[in-house]
Nanobody, 123 residues
Framework: VQLVESGGGLVRAGGSARLRCTAS????????MGWFRQAPGKEREFIAA????????YYADSMEGRFTISTDNTKKTIYLQMNTLKPEDTADYYC?????????????????WGQGTRVTVSS
């Protein structure tokens, strides 16, 4: 599965950004997909994931509220809407897919990864 992210960039504190991740249609098989981020000097952390089969969304407790995951099933695409951004949200954001949703939600891991897109929030 190939995953391609887009939408990163420089954002002012308090602003919003939307990230996009599209899975290659040749190999995508409706695997659960999600978003992670890794800030400089910190460990990767889970943000949100979605199970296409059930439509259920999963969020890290600290992320729910300001971050929203959504899907466009026809395009095999997921989005991450980020609102009220803070400088501490500055990180590389990664799209991931996994054979099982638990891999992402419980283990903060993925089986397939995009290349990442950087979001920088200026104060």
């Amino acid at each position: 599965v190939q995953l391609v992210e887009s939408g990163g960039g420089l954002v002012r504190a308090g602003g919003s950004a939307r990230l996009r991740c599209t899975a290659s249609t040749a190999t995508f098989n409706w695997l659960p997909m999600g978003w992670f981020r890794q800030a400089p000097g910190k460990e990767r952390e889970f943000i949100a994931a979605v199970n296409f089969n059930t439509g259920r969304e999963y969020y890290a407790d600290s992320m729910e509220g300001r971050f929203t995951i959504s899907t466009d099933n026809t395009k095999k695409t997921i989005y991450l809407q980020m609102n009220t951004l803070k400088p501490e949200d500055t990180a590389d954001y990664y799209c991931a897919a996994a054979l099982r949703i638990e891999t992402m939600v419980k283990n903060s891991a993925g089986d397939y990864w995009g290349q990442g897109t950087r979001v920088t929030v200026s104060s």
